[in-house]
Nanobody
C-alpha cells in the first residue's frame, strides 16, 4: 500500500511562484508513473504533468513552459514547481501514483492564484 501526501498549496499572486510536494510512503513496485492532476470548482479533473520512473516529464499544453515536474527518489517525493501562475490555475491539486500493483491518490492541496 502506498500513501501520498501533498503539501505546499496556498495563495499566490499571478506571476509569482509556488512549489507543491507529493511525498510517498510504503512499497512502490516498478514501473511507476506519478501524475499531478487538478480540479477547479465545478470542472472536471484534468492532467497537469506526469513523470515516469526514468524521470521523463510531460505537461498539459496549458502549463507547458510555466510548470516543472521533478522528483527526488531518495526522499520519495515528486514536486510541481509552478512559475508565473495564472488565476485559471486555481484548483485543488492532487498527485496520483500508478505502479504495477495499483493506483493511489493523495488528499489534494488547494492552490489559489489571486491578487
Amino acid at each position: 500500500q502506498v500513501q501520498l501526501v501533498e503539501s505546499g498549496g496556498g495563495l499566490v499572486q499571478p506571476g509569482g511562484s509556488l512549489r507543491l510536494s507529493c511525498a510517498a510512503s510504503g512499497s512502490i513496485f516498478s514501473p511507476y508513473v506519478v501524475v499531478w492532476y487538478r480540479q477547479a470548482l465545478g470542472k472536471q479533473r484534468e492532467l497537469v504533468a506526469t513523470i515516469t520512473i526514468s524521470g521523463a516529464p510531460n505537461y498539459a499544453d496549458s502549463v507547458k513552459g510555466r510548470f516543472t515536474i521533478s522528483r527526488d527518489t531518495a526522499k520519495m517525493t515528486v514536486y510541481l514547481q509552478m512559475n508565473s501562475p495564472k488565476p485559471e490555475d486555481t484548483a485543488v491539486y492532487f498527485c496520483n501514483l500508478g505502479d504495477s500493483k495499483g493506483a493511489y491518490w493523495g488528499q489534494g492541496t488547494q492552490v489559489t492564484v489571486s491578487s
